[in-house]
């Protein structure tokens, strides 16, 4: 079974930074892709940013210049790193990984979510 654990969400002043990390656990050999999400409130969750296993970003149109993602595949982890924080950053960060291949090598389709971490972004 696959599990997701996020950490180092938090509160931080506008201009400030923090470091999101999110491990994957179950008997994995590797993810296809790692990404973020956020859900504002009252808005609908939305892609921060992704990861491919092949090393390729992307990244939403806010987040671009601000935050960078990173992943350590000997871990199964991966990273939000989050600089000039702005108010309007604030949410829950899920973290999500697609397309699983999990010993003994079976390929597990689907998307599995983490349970989020609170960001608060104060002005």
């Known amino acids: 079974q696959v599990q997701l654990v996020e950490s180092g969400g938090g509160m931080a002043q506008a201009g400030g930074s923090l470091r999101l990390s999110c491990d994957a656990f179950?008997?994995?050999?590797?993810?296809?892709?790692m990404s973020w999400d956020r859900q504002a409130p009252g808005k609908e969750r939305e892609l921060v940013a992704a990861h491919t296993r092949v090393g390729t970003t992307n990244y939403s149109d806010s987040a671009k210049g601000r935050f960078t993602i990173s992943r350590d595949d000997n871990k199964n982890t991966v990273y939000l790193e989050m600089n000039s924080l702005k108010p309007e950053d604030t949410g829950v960060y899920y973290c999500a990984a697609t397309g699983l291949t999990v010993h003994p090598g079976n390929f597990v389709p689907g998307q599995y979510w983490g349970q989020g971490t609170q960001v608060t972004v104060s002005s």
């Open positions: 179950g008997n994995i050999i590797h993810i296809n892709v």
